[in-house]
């Protein structure tokens, strides 16, 4: 699979969480679920399929990774059907680089992480040291 192209987690479900917290980064900090299921069937990962790897795919994206704080799994307000969005949990802010998720979209899309500006500046703004704490807050908490 693609998850080869880049050092990313070794083990099965962490690559499914990078995924997943790739497409959350690249749209802005928060999708609907049906997004994320959408892709990872384009990935021939079905949510509503057993998978060799990762058993029970929606079990394993909304109960396992949102227990260990990876993704937050928040219901949609006002809506019928009842409708989720996921978000970057907080220990994923703790531990993934979002400049990391850039290097690996850009392996995959054959593109320069700088193309996508936005993201760019969000994730280098974040892991320089150098940037100041209320510049990083107000950049992380527009995505909550």
């Not at 069937?41 to 394993?60: C, S, Y």
Request: charged share 25%.
């Amino acid at each position: 699979m693609f998850l080869s192209v880049c050092r990313c987690p070794s083990n099965p479900k962490m690559g499914l969480l990078f995924v997943i917290l790739s497409v959350i980064f690249m749209k802005g900090g928060v999708v609907r679920e049906n997004l994320i299921w959408n892709i990872l069937k384009k990935l021939r990962v079905d949510p509503g399929q057993k998978h060799e790897e990762f058993g029970d795919v929606k079990k394993t994206v909304t109960d396992e990774f949102v227990r260990q704080r990876y993704l937050e799994y928040v219901r949609i307000p006002h809506t019928e059907p009842v409708e989720y969005e996921f978000r970057w949990g907080q220990r994923a802010d703790m531990e993934v680089s979002k400049a990391q998720i850039l290097v690996f979209m850009g392996q995959i899309h054959e593109q320069d992480p700088r193309s996508w500006s936005q993201q760019y500046r969000e994730a280098h703004a974040i892991s320089t040291p150098s940037s100041t704490p209320s510049s990083s807050q107000a950049s992380s908490s527009n995505h909550r």
